[in-house]
């Protein structure tokens, strides 16, 4: 990938062939089928970039309901996170522009443990809460990252996610 941007990628030992879903800036994110489990779904995706440093990224997934995401017709990342076996990793991979590296890509992957403390999470979250924006967030320098999301009204819920640094979830109100 030459462009500036950032991808997710599923890699393990029974993805023959990396598979990935692509995210422009501001873009429409396609979600495609991925280890026998239907990720048919169009939805749009934005993009948010620290652009002085890109030491921070935010994938943004908008909307998502999050009774939908408990059925059987769940997003790309919360499938990954629910599904996860010793075999498969998340990668966030960031692009940086050519003049900042020759787009070179730099890997951010998410482990196991950290996966399902946040899958867990969200299985928390009551039924009845209709999020318009479900993120996903990591940071490089602080080697943390969490997941948030707003309710119908736009007020955040809080957010859950892992220190990396501690080596413990964290699950902290806005």
Same mark, same amino acid.
Do not use: C
């Given at each position: ?18 598979? %990935? ?28 970039? !620290?652009?002085?440093?890109? !030491? ?6 908008? $909307?998502?309901?999050?009774?939908? /995401?408990?059925?059987?017709?769940? $997003? ?17 991979? @960031? ?9 070179? @890509? ?5 482990? /196991? ?12 979250? $009551? %039924?009845?809460?209709?999020? @318009? ?9 602080? @080697? !943390?990252f969490y997941i948030e999301g707003d309710d119908s009204t736009g007020t955040s819920i809080g957010k859950v996610g892992? !220190?990396?640094?501690?080596n413990k979830p964290t699950s902290l109100a806005l």
């Amino acid at each position: 990938m030459s462009s500036n941007g950032m991808y997710m990628r599923v890699v393990g030992q029974k993805v023959k062939d990396a598979t %990935d879903v692509k995210i422009p800036g501001g873009g429409d994110g396609e979600f495609f089928e991925i280890m026998n489990w239907s990720m048919s779904m169009s939805r749009t995706v934005s993009m948010n970039t !620290d652009t002085k440093n890109q !030491d921070q990224g935010t994938i943004h997934f908008d $909307p998502i309901n999050i009774s939908m /995401l408990k059925s059987g017709a769940s $997003p790309l990342l919360y499938s990954m996170m629910l599904k996860f076996d010793k075999t498969y990793q998340l990668e966030i991979v @960031e692009t940086k522009p050519a003049s900042k590296g020759d787009g070179v @890509e730099i890997s951010h992957k998410v482990t /196991l443990d950290e996966a399902r403390t946040i899958g867990r999470s969200i299985s928390s979250i $009551p %039924d009845s809460i209709a999020h @318009e924006n479900f993120t996903f967030s990591y940071n490089k320098t602080e @080697e !943390d990252f969490y997941i948030e999301g707003d309710d119908s009204t736009g007020t955040s819920i809080g957010k859950v996610g892992y !220190d990396r640094k501690v080596n413990k979830p964290t699950s902290l109100a806005l």
